[in-house]
């Protein structure tokens, strides 16, 4: 599934085809993905400029000048596809500019979404109103983390996947900061003290920065809005590398939590 740096990288792809520019053409070649596509969404985007473009969590956002805000999401394999040579069976959804570019949304598995939301109700639009702060923003902070570890008994990974805690993490990125840190990724949130909380914030903060510089991470289907791959993947530490070996030399291990894979290094992990 795109997680964060993905999420964000599309939105920096789509930013250079679309910002300030109209929409002079939007077509829906179905009726829903994940959940229905709203019934109005071409009369309410068809001649609109688009006025800026962002992120919340694992969902991009489409400003536009009527105050409309196109929020998507890409689901497992989803992703946004510019000026592609022809219109394929998994592009459900297009946009075409004054200016002649074309944007299409492909998603093999329809996992993702598309809605229309007013900018003023933004923040408190269900799917919103819950996340907790960016984990790149300045809001979330060692004093932050330290007080909602003391509220949870669960792992330090389940807690870290908790949208409510903190938003857009996700497996991938949670298996690369819990090895940079030096953190088990089953041990209680509760255990950690401060200047593992410290370092988990630190790092949390520069592996996603550094994916979002390298283009995300190219898993499966994600790819970015101008077909380049991302190569983040390439540095991964733990993730996807099961019976590795560490750079102690220790074989990495994977582990089942919650239905999903946790990969980790049982000795430099503590």
């Known amino acids: 599934m795109p997680e964060l740096p993905e999420v964000e990288t599309t939105v920096r792809g789509l930013e250079k085809v679309l910002l300030g520019k109209k929409l002079e053409s939007v077509k829906a070649f179905r009726n829903n993905l994940r959940r229905p596509i709203p019934e109005d969404i071409i009369e309410r985007l068809e001649g609109c400029i688009v006025s800026s473009l962002g992120r919340r969590a694992k969902y991009g956002l489409i400003f536009t000048n009527r105050q409309d805000v196109l929020v998507f999401h890409l689901g497992m394999s989803g992703r946004w596809r510019i000026d592609p040579s ?66 949870y008994s669960s792992s330090i990974k389940k807690i870290l996947l908790n949208q409510n805690i903190v938003a857009g993490l996700g497996n991938i990125y949670v298996c690369e900061t819990l090895y940079k840190s030096g953190i088990h990724p089953s041990r209680s949130g509760k255990s950690l003290n401060f200047q593992e909380i410290e370092s988990l914030v630190k790092n949390i903060k520069l592996i996603l920065e550094e994916a979002i510089s390298k283009g995300g991470s190219t898993l499966r289907d994600y790819a970015q809005p101008d077909g380049e791959l991302g190569y983040f993947s390439n540095f991964f530490q733990v993730y996807g590398k099961e019976g590795d070996k560490c750079q102690c030399g220790t074989p990495i291990m994977r582990s089942i939590e919650g239905g999903r894979s946790t990969y980790f290094c049982p000795s430099c992990q503590k």
Request: net charge negative; with cysteine.
């Open 86 to 151: 022809i219109i394929e069976k998994h592009d459900h959804f297009l946009i075409k500019t004054a200016d002649g570019c074309c944007v299409t949304l492909y998603d093999p598995r329809r996992f993702g979404s598309l809605d229309l939301v007013k900018r003023e109700v933004l923040a408190i639009w269900p799917y919103f109103l819950k996340l907790g702060p960016e984990p790149l923003s300045d809001d979330f902070t060692v004093d932050f983390l330290a007080e909602k570890l003391t509220r």
